[in-house]
């Protein structure tokens, strides 16, 4: 429904890599004390990302009409490995807590802005259907 009105499939789209960030940040803290983790992120989401269509969903093939056919997600953001030898500890792990709660913080305000966003809109929307206040 929401996917015809470009601002807000952008802020859902939005709101669909900060809560994926939040998973790849979360992950990292959980790992603070593993030997050799590598802290990681996601790639940038840029704004010509935002507008581009989502490519049709894959589906798994089946041999039998009997067979359930999962819809299966396709990976729609590139987590990539954070760089910062300089920094890692001695044990070869390169969390570093303050900085990923530093970045939790900030998912969070972007998540609660974008959020926000969107329901204004909808609530802009209901107005002009004359269903809101």
Not at 22 to 27: C, F, K, N
Not at 52 to 65: I, K, L, M, S
Not at 66 to 78: A, L, N
Not at 90 to 98: C, D, K, M, R
């Given at each position: 429904?929401?996917e015809d009105l470009t601002l807000l499939a952008?802020?859902?789209?939005?709101?669909?890599?900060?809560?994926?960030?939040?998973?790849?940040?979360?992950?990292?803290?959980?790992?603070?004390?593993t030997p050799e983790y590598k802290a990681k992120?996601?790639?940038?989401?840029?704004?010509?990302?935002?507008?581009?269509?989502?490519?049709?969903?894959?589906?798994?093939?089946?041999?039998?009409?009997?067979?359930?056919?999962?819809?299966?997600?396709?990976?729609?953001?590139?987590?990539?490995?954070?760089?910062?030898?300089?920094?890692?500890?001695?044990?070869?792990?390169?969390?570093?807590?303050?900085?990923?709660?530093?970045?939790?913080?900030?998912?969070?305000?972007?998540y609660e802005l974008a959020a926000n966003l969107?329901?204004?809109?909808?609530?802009?929307?209901?107005?002009?259907?004359?269903?809101?206040?």
């Amino acid at each position: 429904m929401f996917e015809d009105l470009t601002l807000l499939a952008m802020a859902q789209k939005s709101m669909d890599w900060l809560s994926r960030r939040q998973t790849v940040l979360a992950e990292n803290v959980a790992n603070a004390n593993t030997p050799e983790y590598k802290a990681k992120d996601l790639a940038p989401l840029s704004f010509k990302n935002l507008l581009q269509p989502q490519a049709a969903p894959v589906r798994a093939a089946t041999t039998n009409p009997m067979h359930i056919s999962p819809q299966v997600e396709p990976t729609r953001f590139e987590t990539v490995a954070e760089r910062n030898p300089e920094e890692s500890k001695i044990n070869g792990n390169s969390v570093l807590l303050e900085e990923q709660m530093q970045k939790i913080g900030e998912v969070k305000g972007s998540y609660e802005l974008a959020a926000n966003l969107f329901m204004k809109h909808v609530a802009m929307l209901k107005v002009a259907i004359g269903k809101g206040g």
